[in-house]
């Protein structure tokens, strides 16, 4: 069937073009035309990180960084009423600088009509199920900025290991996953000869809590516990492998098929 069109959501939308934050793309208009929403952005010629992982994963530090960067994106747009909803690889940009910058606020809440299978998932959810928070998916009407910091998680998860926390054909099943386990354990899928320090293990842990309660209450306190693991861990930090690894291997092709769904 033909996809249900989006609404915008333009009172976020308005709020995200406010925005002036050296993580955050510049948004320069948000409006409406035959019908379809559009937002004008900034463009980032670096690419996205969606990009970067169809070659090579990062290193722990480089995938630090980029988390660091985006958590202090998120906390100016949560400081400006403004949830992203929609944090992944391919929505965290480099400038030519090598800066993450977020991209794709708030273009879409919700579907006006959720009868098209291709878009609704169990629970009405529309999005990107391998970096969803469980809230999400559950449909819980008033979600907040922690929920981001989930999605923020499972995406420093990606950039490391080279896939998504959670890996099913069955999108419903990813979700499920979501809901109900913890993501594996980090060291067990670095690429061979790769490193990460405990300190990066117990962030991830702790921004994926299951429970929004359980996880750092900030974006801004998430960007400083990673600030103090970089400034600690200095001496740790192990090159990830060659590209080809990561672009032949399955994960890269599901993460390619997800990023296309969002």
Known sequence: GQRS???LDRS???AAARLNHPHVATIYAVGEHAGRPYMAMEYVPGGSLADLLRRSTLSWRAAAEAARD???GLAAAHRAGVIHRDIKPANLMRDPEGRIKLVDFGLARALE???DADLTFPGAFVGSPSYASPEQIAGVAQIDGRSDL????ATAFALVTGQ???IDDDPAEVMRRHLNDAFPPVRSLLPKGAAAPEALVRVLARASKKQPAERY???EEMADALDDLLAKNSAADTPAPAA??????RAGEVLSEIETTA
Request: charged share 20%; net charge neutral; hydrophobic share 45%.
């Open 12 to 14: 976020e939308a308005r």
């Open 217 to 219: 209450a900030s974006a």
């Open 244 to 249: 080809a690894v990561v672009a032949e291997s």
């Open 70 to 72: 985006a958590a202090r």
């Open 5 to 7: 069109p989006l609404r």
């Open 164 to 166: 998504p926390p959670f």
């Open 150 to 153: 989930y999605s923020l998680a």
């Open 113 to 115: 009509d959720t009868s």
